[in-house]
Nanobody, 114 residues
């Protein structure tokens, strides 16, 4: 049984930072990428950032220069450092693990508000 668990969400003011973590556990074969997606109320889920097993990264335009994704392959863990947060970053953030199957976490709420 594969589990994907996010942590690190919360309520912050505009301009502040948060660091999200996602740990995958269980018997996982052939991991080739991990990523963060987000879904705001009334909107579709969208890619935020993704990192492959050889550490190639790609980011959505709306987070470039503000967010950084990193990964610890030995721990099957991925991080998302979010700086200069804006109210429009408010959403539920989901971790995704791409292996032979695709696995999702339960999501963690990020709220940016003054």
């Amino acid at each position: 049984q594969v589990q994907v668990v996010e942590s690190g969400g919360g309520l912050v003011q505009p301009g502040e930072s948060l660091r999200l973590s996602c740990a995958a556990s269980g018997t996982i074969f052939g991991i080739y990428a991990m990523g963060w997606y987000r879904q705001a109320p009334g909107k579709q889920r969208e890619l935020v950032a993704r990192i492959s097993s050889n550490l190639n990264t790609n980011y959505a335009d709306f987070v470039k220069g503000r967010f950084t994704i990193s990964r610890d392959n030995a721990k099957n863990t991925v991080y998302l450092q979010m700086n200069s947060l804006k109210p429009e970053d408010t959403a539920v953030y989901y971790c995704n693990l791409e292996a032979r199957s695709s696995y999702w976490g339960q999501g963690t709420q990020v709220t940016v508000s003054s």
